[in-house]
């Protein structure tokens, strides 16, 4: 990629798994800001408790009530040191949106970053839901993602990506393991690192459901 011309823009988001303030960092490729405003479609409130989730198992169980909410379903779940996360899916098979699961208590809310800020159908972005314009290409978030990678984390590199309303989300490998995850604004190509999940533990990759 050519004509890139980095920089950092502090954001803070606040880590409920950990009760924290953490401090998200995004890179913006195109030299410009995205414009984030709240909206009807803001749904960072909806959450749901479940008790205590101690498994991948657990964990789907307790995205699905949420899914159930939306008419969505869940695909790929992920356990990290602080938490777990999982894919919400729609009916069909197209990926919605991404939520986190709180191990202690199995509240399900919205990820933090990209899921609520750059998502256009289910995040924070007004107006109706859309599909989200689409200037950067899966290829093209590939090479942001390694380029982000080689001046920040050396040594990882960006696996495909999946595609949410928006933006991609595309996991960080060394090797071929899995080490964490980073998203791709689709129209800016500005790449939001995931801070906030920890260590990565295991995973489910997406059931085949109807």
């Given at each position: ?125 007004p107006g109706p839901r859309q599909s989200g314009a689409v200037a950067i290409a899966p ?72």
């Amino acid at each position: 990629m050519t004509g890139f011309r980095g920089r950092w823009l502090p954001l803070t988001v606040l880590v409920a798994a950990v009760a924290a303030l953490i401090v998200s960092l995004v890179w913006a490729a195109g030299g410009g800001s995205p414009s984030w405003q709240s909206g009807p479609r803001a749904m960072m409130g909806v959450v749901t408790r479940s008790g205590a989730v101690h498994n991948l198992s657990d964990a789907d169980r307790a995205a699905a009530r949420f899914a159930d909410r939306w008419g969505l379903r869940v695909g790929e779940v992920m356990q990290f040191s602080n938490g777990y996360y999982a894919q919400l899916l729609a009916s069909d098979g197209g990926r919605a949106t991404e939520v986190l699961i709180d191990p202690g208590s199995g509240t399900v809310r919205l990820e933090f970053g990209p899921a609520m800020m750059w998502n256009t159908a289910y995040g924070m972005m007004p107006g109706p839901r859309q599909s989200g314009a689409v200037a950067i290409a899966p290829d093209q978030a590939v090479r942001i993602a390694d380029r982000w990678l080689s001046e920040h984390h050396t040594g990882l590199h960006a696996a495909e990506p999946d595609r949410f309303p928006g933006y991609y989300t595309l996991h960080t490998l060394r090797g071929d393991r899995i080490v964490g995850m980073l998203s791709v604004n689709s129209g800016t190509g500005d790449v939001w690192y995931h801070a906030w999940h920890g260590r990565f533990i295991q995973m489910r990759e997406q059931p085949n459901k109807t």
